[in-house]
């Protein structure tokens, strides 16, 4: 579907382009349509929007249903951080608006996640609402704990804006009929599988930048360079203002799966992203995640070479993320970032203004990993249990559709008016003093608002159907707050001023497109194939010596014991059966390399289309 749609629409546009350049200086007096095509379209125009609004209609408006009878959804969320009743300012929204609350479920808190889902799953009742991998979606609905809502979700508008997606995901799942509709894809937008309007890559090195000037600041060819500087920072600022202790790196165990996680976004360094016993590159390659030319196993050693010279922060092994998050990050005690939203931690305009705000440092030696962004989704979804009765489905529906919606988003990528941020005359937004410091330290919310700490009233669900990169058409700004016209104003404090001079750029991104550092790859989202039995038995094996070796080798005490184990390691999974994991995941991966390589095509093909109406345009001027 995917495939015929795009074709047909570069197939038009060159139509129209062809029809429109057989005018050119003829003396034609047509005028080019009023819109420029520069301005970015609001949701409800034709990127499958329109076409889905129809849809809606044709199948009718969305149930009504009754909010008199407070009803508690259940969600097993793959997601989540924190396990319980939705509480605080969100929790209020959603009991005010619907009567509801939400009872999360979370695997990677409860101690030993796959446990949780096999016994969930076993019990035919995973949840009302499941967030999970497309891999264990597709696993659910063979098992038939996942619902078809496709008879009814072409009456919910918001939903449906996303037709397109939606029925492709739907439509790539094994067993899964014309017309059913299992899956609703994470983190979708409007935007095309090239896309990336961000201002910073998911991963890349950044530190203060008061203290990275204070240092002179010194140009990085190589992440030996990098780790050089952090222990001259780390050795003349070694203490955060308040006296205590600070560390470069800090890392954390409780987000480890098949490798750990802390290594696998530094592999986005070498051009490179995990999944599981493979790494893909944004060359469209796949290795081995053992392979020792691969980005894992620089990671590593790029960690280990870090301990060596005393810049691990020692509770690194042990300490969960709450405790690397509030104990450390918020307080700058950690003076290496490499998550983009790690830089929310400490970033704000008055720190900014004081020039500490965390900033890019340029290695030169580096080529970045980055996704576009998640137009198809991002690798996991949101289904209904295929055990709720009709009255909770519907209610259900009504939320999914609300959380795909403009008000709903503004709630959870924005928060709350008049608290957060404020809506300036031309109906655009801008952070309140509130809204600028809420990741930062222990906002406490007014009673009336729901009460409590803000970080705790947040959307504990931690996923979204439709992502921040969304336009708002409320707005015609995008939901992310850090791209809001008044945002990027507030934030031309003395660091990004300083730091564009220096380096020649607005930001990060623009600056390794210039140096030819970013590798920009297709977002693209389809089910892969689940683990047999046999293949699961092995992943789970190679987990746990990878996860346990990989720890082991951070803090190894020398280099020849770094090797030693890192060669033990790659025997000992040989033993388990490596080889055919990895062959195994080389084929499953290959699909989404296959993907990438369409989307880009077809991508270059709509924008050669793009540029030759373009040209049209330019002679009818």
């Not at 059913?180 to 979708?188: D, H, K, Q, R």
């Not at 890349?204 to 500087?229: F, H, I, Q, S």
């Amino acid at each position: 579907m995917r495939r015929k749609r795009l074709a047909s629409l570069a197939l038009a546009a060159v139509m129209t382009a062809s029809v429109v350049l057989a005018g050119c200086g003829q003396g034609e007096t047509t005028q080019a349509p009023a819109s420029s095509g520069t301005e970015p379209a609001a949701a409800g125009t034709e990127s499958g929007t329109e076409a889905g609004t129809e849809a809606a209609a044709s199948q009718g408006a969305a149930p009504v249903v009754s909010h008199d009878t407070e009803m508690t959804i259940e969600i097993y969320d793959k997601a989540a951080n924190y396990q319980g009743i939705q509480a605080g300012w969100f929790g209020k929204v959603l009991k005010d608006k619907f009567n509801i609350q939400l009872n999360i479920i979370a695997p990677q808190v409860s101690g030993d996640a796959n446990s949780l889902y096999q016994t969930r799953s076993a019990s035919g009742n995973l949840g009302d609402i499941v967030i999970i991998d497309n891999s264990e979606m597709q696993d659910c609905v063979e098992a038939g704990l996942i619902m078809d809502i496709g008879d009814i979700i072409g009456s919910y508008e918001n939903l449906t804006k996303y037709k397109e997606q939606i029925d492709l995901f739907n439509g790539t799942m094994n067993g899964v009929e014309a017309g059913s509709v299992y899956a609703i894809p994470c983190n979708m937008n409007s935007n095309g599988p090239t896309a990336f309007v961000g201002t910073e890559v998911a991963s890349a090195p950044r530190v203060p930048w008061d203290l990275y000037e204070g240092l002179g600041c010194p140009e990085l060819k190589t992440t030996d360079d990098l780790l050089n500087m952090l222990k001259d920072m780390q050795d003349k600022y070694p203490t955060n203002a308040a006296g205590d202790k600070a560390f470069a790196i800090t890392m954390w165990k409780d987000w480890d799966g098949t490798s750990i996680e802390n290594a696998n976004l530094l592999t986005n360094w070498f051009g490179q992203q995990v999944k599981e016993s493979v790494l893909l590159g944004n060359d469209n390659t796949i290795m081995p995640l053992t392979d020792k030319n691969g980005g894992y196993y620089k990671a590593l050693k790029f960690f280990f070479k870090a301990n060596q010279m005393g810049l691990v922060d020692p509770d690194a092994a042990t300490q969960d993320w709450t405790t690397a998050c509030d104990s450390k990050m918020k307080q700058k005690r950690v003076y290496l970032f490499w998550y983009n939203w790690q830089n929310g931690f400490w970033n704000t305009p008055e720190h900014g203004q004081n020039r500490e705000n965390y900033m890019y440092v340029p290695v030169e030696e580096l080529n970045f990993f980055q996704t576009a962004d998640s137009y198809y989704g991002d690798g996991r979804v949101w289904g209904v249990g295929s055990q709720v009765d009709e009255e909770k489905k519907l209610r259900i529906m009504e939320l999914l559709d609300w959380l795909a919606s403009p008000e709903g988003l503004t709630y959870q990528h924005n928060s709350l008016e008049g608290f957060i941020y404020t809506v300036n005359d031309d109906g655009t937004y801008t952070l309140t003093k509130e809204g600028q410091d809420r990741f930062t330290g222990d906002l406490q919310v007014p009673e009336e608002l729901g009460g409590g700490s803000w970080s705790d009233g947040n959307n504990q669900i931690n996923q979204w159907i439709v992502g921040s990169a969304e336009m708002n058409p409320v707005t015609g700004e995008y939901f992310e707050a850090n791209l809001w016209s008044s945002t990027i104003e507030m934030n031309q404090t003395a660091t990004i001023n300083e730091w564009s001079e220096k380096f020649g750029a607005k930001n990060e991104v623009e600056y390794m497109r210039n140096k030819g550092q970013l590798g920009m790859v297709a977002n693209v989202n389809i089910p892969l194939g689940s683990d047999s039995t046999d293949i699961a038995l092995v992943r789970s094996q190679c987990k746990s010596v990878v996860c346990d070796a990989s720890w082991r080798m951070v803090f190894a005490a020398d280099e020849a014991q770094f090797d030693q184990m890192w060669d033990d390691m790659c025997t000992q999974l040989e033993g388990f059966g490596w080889n055919d994991l990895v062959a195994f995941d080389t084929e499953k991966y290959q699909a989404v390399i296959d993907a990438r390589k369409a989307a880009d095509r077809k991508s270059t093909r709509l924008n050669s289309s793009h540029q030759a109406i373009s040209y049209a345009v330019f002679c009818l001027k």
